[in-house]
């Protein structure tokens, strides 16, 4: 994993584990540390990329519950990062739900990309919770969402 990512973690509802993995890609450390400690209170798990290239090399090596991502960023931004993002899954038919956060972004334009939902910015929690349990709770009765063991 490359060196710029940090990991957080959460317990599970139950108390007994993190509740999944989830990548936070944002190139604003201020904003880094919101969304995590918000997924933290979710029980969730965070790495963390700086910019889409990054994202997508995560993406390429982990599995993770969902994707939160930025929408402006340096190298590659968030609309950039979902479609290689997109472009991967079809060779593996694998699909991880991307929710875009931009303060001066429409969510229209991040959905024709292929991300999954439009969050904002400031990431309200009533929101991130409403997006979460629409697209995340069911991969995780499915058994896809990735969860750490022995953290």
Same mark, same amino acid.
């Given at each position: 994993?490359?060196?710029?990512?940090?990991? !957080?973690?959460?317990?599970?509802?139950?108390?007994?584990?993190?509740?999944?993995?989830?990548?936070? =890609?944002?190139?604003? %450390?201020? #904003? !880094?540390? =919101?969304?995590?400690?918000?997924?933290?209170?979710?029980?969730?798990?965070?790495?963390?990329?700086?910019?889409?290239?990054?994202? %997508?090399?995560?993406?390429?090596?982990?599995?993770?519950?969902?994707?939160?991502?930025?929408?402006? @960023? /340096?190298? @590659?931004?968030?609309?950039?990062?979902?479609?290689?993002?997109? !472009? @991967?899954?079809?060779?593996?038919?694998?699909?991880?739900?991307?929710?875009? *956060? #931009?303060?001066?972004?429409?969510?229209?334009?991040?959905?024709?990309?292929? @991300?999954?939902? *439009?969050?904002?910015?400031?990431?309200?929690?009533?929101?991130?919770?409403?997006?979460? #349990?629409?697209?995340?709770? !069911?991969?995780?009765?499915?058994?896809?969402? /990735? =969860?750490?063991?022995?953290?």
């Amino acid at each position: 994993m490359p060196s710029s990512s940090r990991k !957080q973690k959460g317990l599970s509802k139950a108390g007994n584990g993190p509740a999944g993995i989830a990548l936070i =890609v944002e190139d604003n %450390v201020f #904003s !880094q540390r =919101v969304a995590a400690s918000l997924l933290k209170q979710l029980n969730y798990t965070t790495h963390i990329a700086r910019n889409g290239r990054e994202a %997508v090399e995560f993406v390429r090596h982990n599995h993770y519950c969902f994707i939160l991502m930025d929408c402006h @960023m /340096p190298e @590659m931004d968030g609309l950039e990062a979902t479609a290689a993002i997109r !472009q @991967m899954e079809k060779t593996t038919g694998s699909h991880v739900p991307i929710f875009g *956060f #931009s303060a001066d972004f429409e969510d229209a334009s991040c959905l024709a990309v292929g @991300m999954d939902a *439009f969050v904002g910015k400031p990431i309200e929690m009533e929101v991130l919770k409403r997006v979460l #349990s629409q697209f995340v709770e !069911q991969a995780n009765d499915a058994r896809t969402c /990735p =969860v750490l063991q022995n953290c």
